[in-house]
């Protein structure tokens, strides 16, 4: 089955430093990749949409400039945290469609994201 | 915008049935179900296209009521393995290729 790979799976960052979250889909190409925030008990929020090759998406509300989407390649997207603060800690997953708009989503495994 | 599901929690022994539903506001391309345990990622169950279809996997059932624009989840005779959050996803018309997740709803199964 189609597996995407998320890494790293927890991170502990100081404020004001930036993180880097990475999605690969392994058995794939994926060119397109959403990115999901999740806060604890809530559901699960789309932030963004990242193309291979073109510039994110981002939905209304999202700071592009502090959320940086890369599609380097049809089996990496990546989401950089810039200038972290502690309410962006979160739990942050990708997904990725295998198929076409017939088959659903798999999603990685999430990044817990904590900043102190 | 985002689906309405319901019920928010629901509690269950091993063995007894359940249904969450899922209703959107808006005329929907497809629905998806998805189980989360706590502290992993989604897992997708199942979808369900513009149609009205039905379908299942082992005792975990679906239906999309497309004119209605709603869908429900029903779980049949459910194991300790259901426990988790269910959440389902809308694809709208014109599909946009974006999913709008609902609340979630709880399930938790006791022996």
């Known amino acids: 089955g189609a597996v995407v790979s998320q890494h790293p799976s927890w991170v502990i960052c100081k404020s004001g430093t930036s993180v880097k979250i990475e999605c690969r889909s392994l058995?794939?190409?994926?060119?397109?990749m959403f990115w999901y925030r999740q806060f604890p008990k809530q559901s699960l929020m789309l932030m963004a949409t990242?193309?291979?090759?073109?510039?994110?998406?981002?939905e209304q509300g999202v700071e592009k400039d502090k959320f940086l989407i890369n599609h380097a390649s049809l089996t990496l997207s990546t989401l950089t945290v810039t200038s972290a603060h502690p309410e962006d800690s979160s739990f942050y997953i990708c997904?990725?469609?295998?198929?076409?708009?017939?088959?659903?989503?798999?999603f990685g495994s999430g990044t817990r994201l904590t900043v102190v | 915008q985002q689906p309405v599901q319901s019920p928010q929690a629901v509690i269950l022994r091993e063995g007894e049935d359940a249904v969450i539903n899922c209703s959107s506001s808006?005329?929907?391309?497809?629905v998806h179900w998805y189980r989360q345990k706590h502290g992993e990622a989604p897992v997708f169950l199942m979808i369900?296209?513009?149609?009205?279809e039905q379908k299942g996997h082992d005792k975990i059932s679906a239906s999309f009521n497309e004119k209605k624009q709603q869908s429900s989840l029903y779980l049949t005779a459910s194991q300790l393995s259901y426990s988790g959050t269910y959440f389902c996803?809308?694809?709208?018309?014109?599909?946009?290729?974006?999913?709008?997740f609902g609340a979630g709803t709880t399930v938790t199964v006791r022996a």
């Open positions: 997904s990725a469609r295998f198929g076409g708009a017939n088959y659903g989503y798999t």
């Open positions: 058995d794939f190409q994926a060119t397109t």
């Open positions: 990242s193309n291979e090759g073109s510039k994110a998406t981002y």
């Open positions: 808006k005329a929907l391309y497809s």
């Open positions: 369900l296209l513009k149609g009205g």
């Open positions: 996803g809308t694809e709208g018309i014109p599909n946009d290729y974006k999913l709008s």
